[in-house]
Nanobody, 124 residues
């Protein structure tokens, strides 16, 4: 079992930055990949970024060049640095992990454990 707790959300103006954190606990040794997703009301949850234990990263086209996923293995923390934020980035952001070997994908089915989410609001 893996437990995930996100933090760092908030309100920011367009063009600003935020860094989301995801504290990971439990069976952290079993984690093979970690990711960030987001969900707006009335829309499907969409993958934003993925990072696996080989260092492979994958980003949604909408955030490439603006968002960076990283981890601190000592602190068991996953991060999402978000720069040049746009109003369309407004969403609830979730971190997720998976323990089986597979692609560093952005599909919901690529992950098994989820946090509760943190809200990000970007105003124009």
């Amino acid at each position: 079992q893996v437990q995930l707790v996100e933090s760092g959300g908030g309100s920011v103006q367009a063009g600003g930055s935020l860094r989301l954190s995801c504290q990971v606990s439990g069976s952290t040794y079993s984690i093979y990949r970690m990711g960030w997703f987001r969900k707006m009301p009335g829309k499907e949850r969409e993958g934003v970024a993925c990072l696996d234990t080989k260092g492979t990263t994958n980003y949604a086209d909408s955030v490439k060049g603006r968002f960076t996923i990283s981890q601190d293995s000592v602190k068991n923390t996953l991060y999402l640095q978000m720069n040049s934020l746009k109003p369309e980035d407004t969403s609830t952001y979730y971190c997720a992990t998976a323990s089986w070997r597979w692609r560093c994908g952005l599909a919901r089915t690529d992950f098994a454990y989820w946090g509760q989410g943190t809200q990000v609001t970007v105003s124009s």
